[in-house]
């Protein structure tokens, strides 16, 4: 464990310089409150939290992080994502691809910059609103490999989506 202590704030020090937080593959259930208080003067840009074993983020990071541009949350356990990830204004690129989303979190649609949206390898069944999905900066929303089911499927095809929606080919279930 002691050796996980020194790797995350090792880490920080290191983001402190380029303001890229890498905090991957450190056995993480949550983002220690130490984290937060390394960090608390530096602006970070990046913040990289794939490979751990995250079951939630909680609404801290979203108001401490709040001008991140780039997170990468894949290969964790999480289902959901805080409503005040809306706060996050300058994020362009979101990852939480491989983790046990079924649903897909409709914050992602209030990020104002949010251009790329990684969801894939999730067990995304449903979209979770009921509007119309709109964004004015997304370009691409990666859905493949999710048992989407039908209903989300021809939600997807109506709407009049902006971005590029990739999505794996319905597999027939053989009856």
Known sequence: ????????????????????????????????????????????????????????????????????????????QLSRLPDEFANLNALTALNISSNSFIVLPQVVFKLPKLATLD??????????????????CLSLVDLRNNPLSRNCRRKLKNFETSFRLEISDEVEEDW
């Open 119 to 136: 969801a894939k390898n999730n067990a995304i069944l449903e979209i979770d609103t009921e509007e119309a999905v709109t964004s004015d």
């Open 1 to 76: 464990m002691a050796h996980l202590v020194v790797k995350v704030i090792e880490r920080c020090e290191n983001a402190k310089e380029d303001a890229q937080l890498d905090l991957s593959q450190c056995e993480l259930m949550q983002i220690p409150d130490a984290v937060y208080h390394l960090m608390r003067n530096t602006e970070l840009q990046t913040c990289n939290l794939s490979g751990n074993v995250l079951k939630k983020v909680t609404p801290k990071f979203a108001l401490k992080f709040s001008v991140i541009t780039d997170l990468n949350l894949s290969h964790n």
